[in-house]
């Protein structure tokens, strides 16, 4: 969503690059960049003037004109900034002291209340929490029963007593959900409410009344993150209307400009809290401000990327993998545990997801976008339609086994032997990094361009210059170096003797530097 606003974003940026200094005139047009760059999001205008005055202000401060790096500290100052608009820190759940805490949904048709309503009841019962779902949309066609399939997919109890379709009482079904959760020990009740496609007296006063019924302990506004600034106006009307704690976004995947995202928390004065960026029931999580800030400006999001890899993985497995890929140069691990890994990393999204979440991916933002998700498949096809043995020790695949294998597949008989020599590949990086090695390719790291030959060479180099073959030149050399010691043994700063670091001036250009 936030794709075209980081690449306007990066190339301000890359213009500083290189400047020891900047001048006014370098300050006014990265801050102009940025302002068209926001404008072309989508983002609201108050927040635009707002957050360049921020940038500008802070970028004629000090940190910046006696900064060692001036272009960093201006990436900084705005990845600060953005922070801020997106609502600061990560606003957290209010649960009820006595259960069951009620969360009231709320929002126009359309925004994706009732799968986000899945959702939320799917991430709050991997926390531990028993959520039930409660169906007050009445009014939209088949509403109840799309909540009991979601509420069926996702795992938890959903409490739809009314038809609806236009039959029933959403703030009695509201009011006696709570009851009903009390007597079935649910500790969280999530009730979805009906929307409108505008705002109008009639949905305010129906969320309102079920405001009033059940007390909720948090309200949260869904808003739609495609519908650009339409969002914030609904926002602000549905706060003067009824009120909200918090704001939830959905299809964040989208590929819209995003730029409700960056203003309705500053526009509201009410934090995002929730968003979600797919169609599948896992594709919700909360909404932390830095991380986003950090993937808009193609710093990446490694929290989350653990996070996720944690869910995925079991300590246990990366433990017994690790084990195998550390002993006899990884010939432990097989095709089959290549195939497990695979699975597991399937298991923790799009593929193509994941790279977005590493720093730096926006400049192979094309290579990212072409990957073919069914890769994965077809190699789970190529390694399941070999023998255990040739699994086991992919060694003897020869000819004959390769066209048997890619028949099997459904595949040609090159792919099979791509994949095969992929697998070595891996397993010897792998096996490399399990043994402390470092990944290949970084410099002065096996397998990098920095292997032992290297390291021997540059050992040779270190040994120091060459002693005089004259003998009297080589006693006046070592007299020097003695003298050299013994100078700073006596703790002179700078290699100054001690006695005189009290009249010792540093150049003014690195007075600055020194606080």
């Known amino acids: 969503m936030f794709d075209t606003l980081s690449d306007r974003l990066s190339a301000t940026f890359k213009n500083l690059r290189g400047k020891g200094r900047l001048s006014e005139a370098d300050i006014d047009a990265t801050a102009r960049e940025i302002r068209i760059a926001l404008l072309e999001a989508d983002v609201a ?30 990436v900084k100052i705005v990845n600060e900034e953005l922070v801020g608009i997106l609502g600061g820190e990560t606003r957290r759940l209010r649960f009820a002291k006595n259960p069951p805490t009620v969360i009231m949904l709320a929002g126009l048709q359309g925004a994706g209340k009732t799968t986000l309503a899945g959702k939320l009841g799917l991430w709050l019962k991997g926390q531990g929490h028993s959520p039930l779902l409660v169906a007050c ?10 909540l009991s399939v979601v509420a069926d997919r996702a795992g938890v109890a959903v409490y739809a007593p009314e038809p609806g379709n236009g039959v029933g009482d959403p703030v009695k079904v509201a009011q006696d959900s709570i009851e009903y959760a009390k007597a079935k020990v649910h500790d969280i009740v999530i009730v979805d409410t009906a929307g409108r496609l505008g705002i109008d007296e009639e949905l305010m006063r129906q969320a309102a009344d079920i405001r009033d019924a059940v007390s909720p302990d948090e309200i949260l506004f869904v808003v739609d993150a ?68 950090s993937r808009i400006l193609d710093m990446g999001d490694l929290l989350t990327l653990i996070e996720q890899a944690e869910k995925t993985f079991s300590q246990e497995e990366a433990a017994k993998m690790a084990s195998k890929l550390a002993s006899s140069k990884g010939k432990d691990f097989t095709l089959d545990d290549f195939l497990a890994q695979m699975e597991q990393v399937r298991k923790m999204g799009s593929i193509s997801k994941l790279l977005g979440m590493l720093p730096g991916m926006g400049q192979i933002k094309e290579q990212i976008n072409n990957i073919d998700e069914r890769d994965v498949d ?63 390719g970084m410099p002065g790291m096996p397998g990098m361009g920095g292997g032992p030959g290297r390291q021997k060479k540059q050992v040779k180099q270190a040994k120091g210059k060459r002693k005089s073959g004259n003998p009297m030149k080589r006693k006046a050399e070592e007299q020097a170096a003695a003298a050299r010691r ?30």
């Open 45 to 74: 205008l108050p927040v635009v003037r707002a957050f360049i005055a921020n940038v500008k202000e802070r970028a004629r401060g000090v940190e910046v004109s006696q900064a060692l790096n001036p272009a960093q500290q201006v």
């Open 137 to 146: 949309d009445l009014q939209r066609p088949n509403a109840v029963n799309q």
């Open 226 to 293: 495609m519908i650009g600034q339409d969002a914030v106006n609904t926002a602000e009307a549905f706060r003067d209307g009824v009120g909200f704690d918090g704001v939830v976004l959905s299809k964040l995947d989208g590929d819209a400009r995003g730029g409700a995202a960056l203003s309705i928390a500053h526009v509201t004065g009410k934090q995002i809290m929730f968003a979600s960026n797919g169609e599948k029931l896992e594709d919700f999580d909360a909404f932390h401000p830095d991380r986003m800030a």
């Open 378 to 440: 077809r190699m789970a096809a190529i390694i399941k339609s070999m023998t255990p043995k040739e699994r086991a020790e992919p060694t003897v695949i020869n000819g004959s086994r390769r066209a048997r294998i890619a028949k099997g597949a459904g595949v040609e008989v090159s792919a099979v032997k791509g994949l095969v020599e992929r697998f070595f590949d891996a397993r010897k990086m792998m096996s490399k990094m399990a043994q402390g090695g470092g990944m290949p």
């Open 486 to 515: 013994e100078q700073a043994a006596q703790g002179g700063a700078f290699g100054v003797p001690a006695q005189d670091d009290k009249n010792f001036e540093l150049p003014d250009e690195f007075k600055k530097f020194m606080g």
